[in-house]
């Protein structure tokens, strides 16, 4: 689970015509890259929202070198 604010939105449409995302998440200069995939896009979609305060729970996936966090649930802070 990681907390943050969202600092850059990348919204895709798949092959299959459905939406997702790419989010670089941000808390106090360290960053991280995370993957919304469309049925989650879908349930969060109001609050996929640059400069929004948000909690993330989900899984680490490396790939590449690379380390980015896949999306289950999200909640908005206040």
Known sequence: MVAGMIEELRE??????D??????ITDYGETLE???????????????LKDKCVAIKGK??????E?????????ELV
């Open 34 to 48: 995370t993957v919304v995939f469309p049925k989650i896009m879908t349930q969060y979609k109001s609050i996929l």
């Open 67 to 75: 380390i980015t966090l896949i999306v289950d649930k999200m909640k």
């Open 19 to 24: 939406p997702m995302a790419f989010m670089k």
């Open 60 to 65: 680490i996936s490396l790939r590449n070198g």
């Open 12 to 17: 895709i449409v798949t092959k299959k015509g």
